[in-house]
């Protein structure tokens, strides 16, 4: 089993920044990737960025050049830092990863843009 605890998320400005965390622990074995999702009220969930076991990043063209994915593989931790907020970037975002054990989800953690 792989236990997946996200943080950060909270209410930002319009133009303000924030830096999400997932904490990936248990049985991490076999990774295929690990991602950042996230659903609006309302709409369906869509993938923010993803990184794959080989290292290949894909990010969403909605946030191309203002989010950035980055991962501690030391600490298990996985990084979304978010610039240049805009209010429908509000969402829940979920971490997911996939392994040969199969897909795993995080809580959720909110983030609101709102002047």
């Known amino acids: 089993q792989v236990q997946l605890v996200e943080s950060g998320g909270g209410l930002v400005q319009p133009g303000g920044s924030l830096r999400l965390s997932c904490a990936a622990s248990?049985?991490?074995?076999?990774?295929?990737?690990i991602a950042w999702y996230r659903q609006a009220p309302g709409k369906q969930r869509e993938m923010v960025a993803r990184v794959s076991i080989y290292g290949l990043t894909n990010v969403a063209n909605s946030v191309k050049g203002r989010f950035t994915l980055s991962r501690d593989a030391a600490k298990n931790t996985l990084y979304l830092q978010m610039n240049s907020l805009k209010p429908e970037d509000t969402a829940v975002y979920y971490c997911?990863?996939?392994?040969?054990?199969?897909?795993?989800w995080g809580q959720g953690t909110q983030v609101t843009v709102s002047s």
């Open positions: 997911n990863l996939v392994n040969v054990g199969g897909s795993y």
């Open positions: 248990g049985s991490t074995f076999g990774l295929n990737s």
